[in-house]
């Protein structure tokens, strides 16, 4: 059948708009439709199998992104690019190789031994190599594989192509990160409640550990106390992750770059920022989630019932406890965690890159896993800090402590140890958090119709 439908097309491309190129790609897409990602991703009605019409608008969305790459690569406007120009290309998106590598794959596409690439040979090379030596494959791969939900704020949002948001690619992306955030935060709630109350309740003389701690929490509300203010958490998922990308959008014009993607420092700072405004939005809810995860069995009924108290008690300014030292918590973290993945993708680059430059998912939950393990570390004492201030009004007989005085206390009752109370647990959900996310992510990728890079 789907000889039969190439046969047709090349003879249709005759009078096509975009007909001349593709019946160049008739003959290297017969071995590239020979796989079963390519069939399925091309099938627009998930019914199996892969109509003419389909098959045209998957040979109409792959030219539009080669196209979309190679005016990107193409600086001089030449209408042909070098070695010199796909690596700063690639700079810019944060993928370092070396001049050797970058004549090796220049080699590999130049048919003419120009040591140049036109137009015809950029469209013919994808189609007819292997993935591992694809260019504009690799760049967003790397770039759509970046970020991994640990249960806590993703500072540095994706960035989007102007094709991704044209056709609504971008929305898809975020509402599959949001739902494979949704669940890794279920799956590792009952660590992430054990960890808040190893910040608050843990000392020198409660010396909490995970086994107690989580014995403790089943005794006094049975398993479903595992999951207290796991909805609040999930909730404030959606707002978030919204706010910080028109965030992330509005300030990358406001920081004068033209560029569809940003370099590393631009991408920091714009991350950065835009998750301070995200923050500041939605803050109040993170005070709810401490509030919901401290509470004993039957002293609230719900999140409402929770503000309503807190708001009758305590006043608006509650809301909005230990928010100094959660913004103070934000630059440390994008910038660590970022860092250290840059660095993490580019050692990998160099010293595997030359044979093979898809990264395959065990290196990228690897570096995502120690990129936030790192960022995590960085700020913990903040986030400490932010916790007990959030939960002050709940311990009776606790003085109600500014975020220096809180420091002092700490580190005068506890040692500098007593700043990283609650990080075995939080460790403990990284690596299952990560994994989740990761396979729920490409999941609903595929339901929802997103290309997979």
Known sequence: ???????????????????????VHVTGLMSHFGSYKAVKSADNDLDGQMVFEEFVHYLQDQEKDLKLVFKNLDRRRADKMDSKEIMQSLQDLGVHISQQHAEKVLQSMDKNGTMTI?????????????????????????KH???????DNLMVPDDFTTEEKLTGMWWRHLVAGGGAGAVSRTFTAPLDRLKVLMQVHGSRSNNMCIMSGLTQMIKEGGMRSLWRGNGINIIKIAPESAIKFMAYEQIKRLIGSDKE??????????????????????????VLKTRLALRKTGQY???SDCAKSIFRREGLRAFYKGFIPNMMGIIPYAGIDLAVY???????????GANSTDPGVLVLLGCGTVSSTCGQ??????????TRMQAQAMLEGSPQMTMSGLFKQIIQTEGATGLYRGLAPNF???????????????????????KSR
């Open 377 to 386: 570390l960085s700020s913990y004492p903040l986030a400490l800090v932010r």
């Open 301 to 303: 009924s719900g999140i």
């Open 118 to 142: 036109d137009w015809n040979e950029w469209s013919n090379y994808p189609l007819l190599q292997p993935k591992e030596n694809n260019i504009p494959e690799i760049t967003l791969y790397w």
């Open 1 to 23: 059948m789907l000889q039969a439908q190439c046969h047709i097309l090349a003879v249709t491309c005759d009078t096509a708009p975009i007909g001349s190129l593709l019946s």
């Open 145 to 151: 594989s970046t970020l991994f939900d640990v249960g």
């Open 261 to 286: 993607t940003l370099g590393i420092l631009e991408r920091f700072v714009a991350g950065s920022m835009a998750g301070v405004i995200a923050q500041s939005t939605i803050y109040p809810m993170e």
């Open 342 to 352: 840059e660095t993490l993708k580019n050692s990998w680059l160099e010293k595997y």
């Open 428 to 450: 403990l959900k990284v690596i299952p958090a990560v994994s989740i996310s990761y396979v729920v992510y490409e999941n609903l990728k595929m339901s929802l119709g997103v």
